[in-house]
């Protein structure tokens, strides 16, 4: 049997995965892009921490926010 902590992380794994794949398909990034910005976020640090149970939101809801609210790195996209 796993523990909470193994079944957390693989589940924030699946969390992060998700925001990536929206991140590229809603801004029409490449995924090696959309990682890259989200790594950048402060969402990516909220998540890894687990501020405020950030965690278990919806991802696309989670995207979403990243896009609106650090709109700064989107800019340098090519």
């Given at each position: 049997?796993?523990?909470?902590?193994?079944?957390?992380?693989?589940?924030?794994?699946?969390?992060?995965?998700?925001?990536?794949?929206?991140?590229s398909k809603e801004k029409?990034?490449?995924?090696?892009?959309?990682?890259?910005?989200?790594?950048?976020?402060?969402?990516?640090k909220q998540i890894e921490?687990?501020?405020?149970?950030?965690?278990?939101?919806?991802?696309?809801?989670?995207?979403?926010?990243?896009?609106?609210?650090?709109?700064?790195?989107?800019?340098?996209?090519?």
């Amino acid at each position: 049997m796993r523990s909470k902590k193994d079944i957390d992380y693989v589940y924030k794994q699946n969390l992060e995965e998700s925001i990536i794949e929206y991140l590229s398909k809603e801004k029409k990034l490449e995924l090696r892009q959309a990682m890259d910005i989200y790594y950048q976020s402060r969402l990516a640090k909220q998540i890894e921490q687990g501020t405020y149970g950030i965690e278990n939101m919806d991802y696309k809801y989670l995207a979403q926010d990243l896009i609106e609210n650090e709109p700064e790195l989107f800019e340098d996209i090519v």
